[in-house]
């Protein structure tokens, strides 16, 4: 009942910038937060930056000062700026929406498919 689809990756340069979106969508009842994962060949899903509902941002150490999050979760929207890519940064990177159904249901996490981001030079 909700689906959610990221968009915007693609192939760089080392140093480059990239722009992803995610838009969530369905039967929606709330939104408590949405964000940005990455999977790296060999690597665990790791957390790259999140938005709550009410605007707190977070990031992983390693991205802070090159990525920035922005969108409104009330909106089913989020971005994520990525400058200064390096070659670690390349993953697919998953879009999660942690919303509720109905005012009965518990939050659960939906993901979307992934946009690849390749740095490579």
């Known amino acids: 009942q909700v689906q959610v689809v990221e968009s915007g990756g693609d192939v760089v340069q080392p140093g480059g910038s990239l722009r992803l979106s995610c838009a969530a969508s369905?039967?929606?009842?709330?939104?408590?937060?949405m964000a940005w994962y990455r999977q790296a060949p060999g690597k665990q899903r790791e957390l790259v930056a999140g938005?709550?509902?009410?605007?707190?941002?977070m990031y992983a150490e390693s991205v802070k000062g090159r990525f920035t999050i922005s969108g409104d979760t009330s909106k089913n929207t989020i971005y994520l700026q990525m400058n200064g890519l390096k070659p670690e940064d390349m993953a697919v990177y998953y879009c999660n929406t942690r919303a509720r159904l109905s005012e009965e249901d518990p939050q659960s996490d939906y993901w979307g498919q992934g946009t690849q981001v390749t740095v490579s030079s």
């Open positions: 369905g039967s929606i009842f709330s939104i408590n937060a």
């Open positions: 938005i709550s509902k009410v605007g707190a941002t």
